[in-house]
């Protein structure tokens, strides 16, 4: 049995009641787990930086042979970033001949701008 010290008790004595709870459903567990991935993903200003050169390309696609000058980075470092981007379901590959092409995939971008447009309301006073 815990014990029960002055501390506790005031604390307990000292709340009146709880704000009110969410009036809707917890995301599922499985979204939320693709979400952080594509977030993990995201959480490097290189990654950012080719996935907005990427989305913004005219063509919608941009070669890999191009992107290390771009960067300013060497051709493996440019593989591992955007191997993480591939994986979180952020983009598609396509090899031609001896190149990969990467291109965005819209449907994940709104996804996440989908997640990201969550209401951010708040009570009147701030307490809950």
Do not use: I
Not at 25 to 43: G, I, T, Y
Not at 100 to 112: F, Q, S, W
Request: net charge negative.
């Amino acid at each position: 049995m815990p014990q029960v010290t002055e501390h506790t008790t005031q604390t307990l004595a000292g709340a009146e009641e709880c704000c009110a709870g969410a009036d809707c459903e917890m995301l599922p567990r499985e979204p939320a787990e693709d979400l952080a991935h594509v977030f993990k993903a995201l959480a490097d200003p290189t990654r950012v930086r080719l996935l907005q050169y990427l989305a913004e390309s005219e063509s919608g696609t941009a070669c890999a042979c191009h992107l290390p000058a771009a960067l300013g980075v060497t051709q493996p470092t440019l593989s591992f970033h955007m191997r993480k981007l591939h994986e979180a379901g952020l983009v598609e590959r396509d090899r031609r001949g001896r190149w990969v092409h990467y291109t965005v995939l819209p449907e994940a971008l709104e996804r996440v701008r989908g997640f990201l447009a969550l209401p951010a309301r708040r009570g009147q006073d701030n307490r809950c």
